[in-house]
């Protein structure tokens, strides 16, 4: 069903209900989900955090690495989410906070099937309902963290610290296969910062968050792991900058482009 975002409306949606249940389903045919700054440390124990480009735009998200496949999210697992980390943009659905006018707004997907008559109440009497003021804090939280992790991104970016790089999938098939148009943290560039820079990413905050990312990349191996129970498990993911990758690369192995990161996850 597709997704119809409208301003939540306190008399249109006063008999409005949201169901909790807490399996996300609605993200099992998407591998990517948004991942802002203040989550970054959270994130990285579970899920590998890369960059991608919007072309149209130009601009470069920090996304969450939900599979490898388009359309398949490894962390639904029997239909329902098996991680011990759940993104916030996936949290807040089938909420949103989106420029309503000269300012922004809460909206609600009317098409999920969260929505409905059962479950939570939305609202009581003219109120918000303390559900609904916890939706609201969620997306507070998650409007002003995307705002701070544009910024950390522009950061990153104006000191060349973005790489490109290619993941290759082995599968046990023996079948080969690179994932490209990401992008990543370079080690090298950030050793060769000078000691000032250095001191000024510390003080802002930045230099956790590098090394959160840095570190997150060990998570392809869970990646690995949960392909495990698929038609076509993954032997190995391997990680190489993307000059590495085209030079060493055989006649056999297939690429794929990982397409920018949709705000809204699928359903």
Not at 14 to 40: C, M, P
Not at 52 to 69: C, F, Q, R, Y
Not at 240 to 251: G, M, N, R, S, V
Request: with cysteine; proline share 5%; aromatic share 6%.
């Amino acid at each position: 069903m597709t997704m119809n975002y409208i301003p939540l409306d306190k008399n249109k949606h006063k008999d409005l209900h949201v169901k909790v249940n807490g399996d996300f389903a609605h993200t099992k045919d998407t591998h990517l989900a948004a991942a802002s700054i203040r989550e970054y440390a959270q994130i990285a124990s579970c899920m590998p955090i890369i960059f991608i480009k919007d072309p149209k735009s130009d601009t470069t998200h920090s996304v969450a690495m939900l599979g490898i496949e388009q359309g398949v999210n490894l962390f639904m697992q029997g239909g329902k989410w098996s991680g011990h980390v759940v993104p916030l943009n996936i949290q807040r659905y089938p909420f949103d906070v989106r420029p309503d006018g000269d300012k922004l707004g809460v909206f609600i997907d009317e098409n999920s099937d969260l929505v409905g008559k059962e479950g939570e109440p939305l609202f009581t009497e003219d109120a918000p309902s303390p559900f609904l003021e916890n939706r609201q804090k969620l997306l507070s939280e998650l409007a002003n963290s995307e705002m701070a992790t544009r910024d950390f991104v522009k950061k990153i970016g104006d000191l060349g610290l973005l790489e490109s790089i290619v993941i290759r999938a082995q599968y046990i098939s023996g079948q080969q296969r690179n994932i490209n148009g990401m992008q990543t943290i370079s080690e090298k560039r950030l050793q060769e910062l000078d000691a000032d820079t250095i001191a000024d990413l510390h003080k802002t905050g930045y230099l956790g968050a590098i090394y959160a990312v840095m570190l997150s990349l060990g998570q392809l191996n869970r990646l690995v792991q949960l392909t495990q129970g698929g038609e076509n498990p993954v032997r190995a993911l391997q990680l190489q900058p993307e000059e590495e990758a085209e030079a060493a690369e055989p006649a056999a192995v297939t690429s794929e482009t990982t397409p920018k990161a949709k705000k809204a996850p699928k359903k």
